[in-house]
């Protein structure tokens, strides 16, 4: 798919089908994620993978914003260091990696941040000095995506030479 257009059709998509996404598909999308940038390339960021119907209802058991997770085909724990001041923005960039090459697989996803974190932590093993950022969720479409966007228009957030100014 072309960058331009994954960029302007790939949205948040929270109800998959019951098809499964194959293991090269799977493996693929999280590399996508280790070839993102990170600050001074510390490459800091580590990869939960959660796969099987059981597994995945106990980690939307734990979360409060991302109970739509039990339906994925596969899910991804984003951690990074938190001692970078910019471990956040690693993960993002991460993240949107590996949303953008699903889609370009014709697989949707989705993210969450809410979820009990000690319990994430304690379940997952995940030690004290990782943040765990965010939650992916993978899975086939349930119905077509349309790609429209609900979005602001540019001529409000983008400004020239100094804020308020517009264009
Ligand atoms: C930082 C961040 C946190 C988010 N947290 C959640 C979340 O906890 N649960 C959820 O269902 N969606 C979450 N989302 C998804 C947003 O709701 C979604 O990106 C936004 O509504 C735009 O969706 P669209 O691209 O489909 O238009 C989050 C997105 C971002 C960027």
């Not at 997770?69 to 949107?96: C, E, N, Q, W």
């Not at 932590?121 to 004290?128: A, D, G, H």
């Given at each position: 798919?072309?960058?331009?257009?994954?960029?302007?059709?790939?949205?948040?998509?929270?109800?998959?089908?019951?098809?499964?996404?194959?293991?090269d598909?799977?493996?693929?999308?999280?590399?996508?994620?280790?070839?993102?940038?990170?600050?001074?390339?510390?490459?800091?960021w580590?990869?939960?993978l959660?796969?099987g119907?059981?597994?995945?209802?106990?980690l939307?058991s734990?979360?409060?914003?991302?109970?739509?997770?039990?339906?994925?085909?596969?899910?991804?724990i984003?951690l990074?260091?938190?001692?970078?001041?910019?471990?956040?923005?690693?993960?993002?960039?991460a993240?949107?990696?590996?949303?953008?090459?699903?889609?370009n697989?014709?697989?949707?996803?989705?993210?969450?941040?809410?979820?009990?974190?000690?319990?994430?932590?304690?379940?997952?093993?995940?030690?004290?000095?990782?943040?765990?950022?965010?939650?992916?969720?993978?899975?086939?479409p349930?119905?077509?995506?349309?790609g429209?966007?609900s979005?602001?228009?540019?001529?409000?957030?983008?400004?020239?030479?100094?804020?308020?100014?517009r264009?």
């Amino acid at each position: 798919m072309d960058t331009s257009l994954a960029i302007k059709t790939r949205l948040d998509v929270r109800e998959f089908s019951d098809q499964p996404v194959n293991r090269d598909d799977v493996i693929a999308i999280i590399d996508a994620g280790r070839m993102a940038g990170s600050g001074k390339n510390t490459q800091h960021w580590r990869f939960i993978l959660i796969e099987g119907r059981e597994k995945l209802r106990e980690l939307a058991s734990v979360s409060t914003t991302g109970k739509w997770v039990a339906d994925a085909s596969f899910a991804v724990i984003v951690l990074t260091d938190r001692k970078f001041p910019y471990h956040k923005m690693d993960a993002g960039r991460a993240i949107t990696n590996m949303q953008l090459e699903a889609w370009n697989r014709g697989i949707v996803s989705c993210i969450y941040t809410g979820f009990d974190e000690d319990e994430m932590r304690r379940r997952y093993n995940v030690p004290e000095n990782y943040s765990i950022d965010v939650v992916v969720g993978f899975g086939r479409p349930k119905r077509k995506i349309l790609g429209k966007k609900s979005r602001r228009p540019l001529s409000e957030l983008l400004y020239v030479d100094k804020f308020g100014q517009r264009l």
